[in-house]
């Protein structure tokens, strides 16, 4: 059964549900050109153990939003990366240049519990440069996997210390201002977390680290006219 969150969808309202485009992040732009999507697309494909088996790990909105072809999904559980809100700034998508959001991403250390869902072999480069679009700018990488029917290697976007974006060693505190009053183009950071709080309750997937952001968040908006 899952646990009522604090963060509700009356407190999210309390932020806008989006507002016009603040313009690019310019410390992105060279990440986001063709080419250089193109060299990661290249870089993930050589890599790939095996183009037949082609698993990508989700643990956030790619979960219950996933807007790509698969054959099938399994539960799985990633060692040696966690859910955290660690990526930023964001001051374009769900942040905007006077109130910047964190993203949550995949950070060293502990583990993660998710979906994989394994790619269709055929139009796997297509489906795979759609993805590195979409996502955040940081070069993903092939991750083990544990299933119930076995182990798998995934792709999955990770966000390693040493790399561009990488924010995390905040205080939960910190981090939870800092979220929530932050909305951009896409929507509110807020909205992002409630929805993927409420998916991974509704999953089956308690995370320690989602579960004391919504509750300390909520804490921020309750604050909040």
């Known amino acids: 059964m899952s646990r009522m969150l604090r963060l509700t969808r009356t407190l999210v309202e309390k932020i806008p549900a989006a507002i016009p485009d603040p313009g690019p992040i310019a410390e992105i732009a060279d990440l986001q050109t063709a080419d250089a999507q193109a060299r990661t697309l290249h870089d993930v494909l050589s890599t790939c153990p095996d183009p037949e088996q082609a698993w990508l790990f989700a643990f956030g909105s790619l979960m219950w939003k996933p807007d790509f072809g698969f054959c099938e999904q399994r539960r799985a559980?990633?060692?040696?990366?966690?859910?955290?809100?660690?990526?930023?700034?964001?001051?374009?998508?769900?942040?905007?240049?006077?109130?910047?959001?964190?993203?949550?991403?995949?950070?060293?250390?502990?583990?993660?519990?998710?979906?994989?869902?394994?790619?269709?072999?055929t139009g796997l480069p297509e489906c795979l440069a759609s993805l590195i679009a979409r996502e955040p700018p940081i070069p993903p990488a092939w991750v083990h996997a544990e299933t119930e029917q076995g182990a798998i290697t995934a792709l999955a976007f990770v966000c390693d210390p040493v790399g561009f974006g990488?924010?995390?060693g905040l205080a939960p505190e910190e981090t939870a201002r800092r979220i929530a009053p932050a909305v951009g183009m896409l929507g509110s950071m807020a909205d992002y977390l409630f929805n993927t709080a409420s998916h991974l309750e509704e999953m089956g997937i308690h995370d320690p680290h989602v579960w004391q952001m919504q509750d300390l968040v909520a804490a921020e908006l309750e604050k909040f006219p």
């Open 77 to 121: 559980r990633v060692a040696g990366w966690h859910r955290a809100f660690c990526l930023g700034p964001d001051t374009r998508y769900r942040g905007n240049p006077e109130r910047p959001g964190i993203m949550l991403s995949l950070d060293r250390g502990g583990f993660c519990d998710g979906i994989a869902f394994r790619l269709h072999e």
């Open 166 to 168: 990488y924010v995390g």
